[in-house]
């Protein structure tokens, strides 16, 4: 059984992977779960609360025997475009008002589907379309996920 317990430094070696982790970003929001390697074994996280793995995060048990690098997963998201940056910064209000997790990428923003959020989006003029890529929504202003 193999227990991550620490994330290590960005500049941390990622050639001595042992795996690698595809989680979505629900998961990787989580700090104590369990998941399993590709060959079928249990793998515990078990970080201090709060802390939220990004994409390439790399992670190791306590005594070190084992490096697992995390990836983002690809998962269904909304792409929403606009004809004008200004309906973009629009979009960013409403979406924030109702605390959605949400990616700013340059020209477009991502998020989970909701049809409720994408007729509202759509009701403002804006384009969304589905697609399936990683999600890595921002974390917010103070270091949470919220």
């Not at 960005?10 to 060959?39: G, K, N, Q």
């Not at 025997?65 to 606009?82: C, H, N, Y």
Request: with cysteine.
């Amino acid at each position: 059984m193999l227990i991550l317990t620490r994330r290590l430094s960005v500049d941390s070696a990622t050639e001595l992977i042992d795996f690698t982790l595809y989680l979505t970003a629900e998961e990787r929001a989580r700090s104590h779960y369990r998941w399993e390697t590709p060959a079928g074994e249990p793998v515990y996280l078990r970080l201090p609360r709060g802390i939220v793995l990004g994409d390439r995060d790399l992670l190791t048990s306590e005594d070190g025997s084992a490096r697992v690098l995390i990836a983002a997963k690809p998962e269904p998201l909304l792409i929403v475009t606009a004809k004008t940056p200004l309906d973009l910064l629009r979009a960013c209000y409403h979406l924030g008002n109702r605390h959605v997790p949400l990616e700013i990428a340059p020209g477009e923003l991502r998020l989970n589907p909701d049809p409720v959020l994408q007729s509202m989006l759509e009701h403002l003029g804006l384009e969304v379309r589905a697609a399936v890529l990683p999600f890595q929504p921002e974390t917010g202003a103070y270091g949470h996920s919220h």
